[in-house]
């Protein structure tokens, strides 16, 4: 398990977009399949984020946590982007960020092994809710913005956390068969890991836990929590759930 608190970490240029600097969440030295950065653009137009196209060999995906803004594509493309949105684009398309009010963005990077300029998925979570994208996980609930048949190679997702009696004394989980980001960006959360060894706390600003090593863990929210996970390799998007020897796992997709 890695855990990284964003307030303490240093202000630095983002490899894949060196016209801004922002706090590196996922390291490529984590081992965890992607890079992940938090970047705030203000809305003075001195904050320009480009990434893309020639000499670009990462897909490059973007979810505006506070803010709004607009995105133009390199084909003259012009996206508006809310609060609560997601973009996801492959190497070849070219994209151009600016902010109308300061935005705080998530930014991840994952390798592109078929770069298109037709890949592009772009979708606010209202489009998410209520379809069978958003699964009820057991104590939350799961909205997948990426899944394997999106050709990303990870998947996105805003997970909730609900406090509910049952959660009093944790809920165990184990991702066997994936390396998970949890970002967690609202609520109160502490994990335990190492069979209850271990322990670390959610913080303001933001507090990411990596399970690096297919760490089994133990999540203890003490309120409603808000998280934005990446997994590698990506969710097929049909994984449910279980909680068959004690620990919450993804089963074999069917």
């Not at 322990?199 to 507090?207: D, Y």
């Amino acid at each position: 398990m890695i855990v990284r608190h964003t307030a303490e970490e240093p202000l630095n240029p983002v490899p894949q977009i060196p016209t801004v600097k922002g706090k590196e969440i996922v390291a490529p030295g984590d081992g965890m399949g992607y890079s992940a950065y938090e970047v705030v653009l203000g809305s003075d137009g001195n904050d320009v984020l480009e990434c893309g196209g020639p000499g670009c060999t990462s897909n490059h995906m973007y979810y505006c946590m506070a803010g709004s803004g607009k995105c133009v594509l390199a084909n003259g493309k012009e996206i508006s982007v809310p609060s609560d949105f997601f973009m996801g684009f492959s190497s070849a398309v070219k994209c151009k960020i600016t902010a109308s009010e300061a935005m705080r963005l998530f930014c991840v990077f994952s390798e592109d092994d078929s770069p298109s300029e037709d890949r592009v998925v772009v979708k606010p979570l209202s489009e998410v809710i209520g379809t069978d994208r958003d699964v009820d996980w057991g104590s939350g609930f799961s909205r997948r913005f990426l899944l394997r048949d999106d050709k990303f190679g990870v998947s996105v997702t805003l997970t909730s956390v609900f406090t509910r009696p049952e959660t009093v004394n944790g809920v165990p989980m184990w991702y066997k068969n994936h390396k998970e980001t949890a970002y967690y960006i609202n609520g109160n959360m502490t994990y335990q890991w190492e069979e209850g060894k271990q322990e670390a706390s959610f913080r303001p600003g933001g507090t990411a836990f990596m399970m690096n090593k297919n760490d089994p863990h133990r999540a203890l929210p003490k309120e409603e929590s808000l998280k934005l996970c990446v997994f590698y390799p990506a969710l097929v998007g049909n994984e449910k759930h279980s909680f068959d020897g004690g620990y919450s796992v993804y089963g074999a997709a069917e």
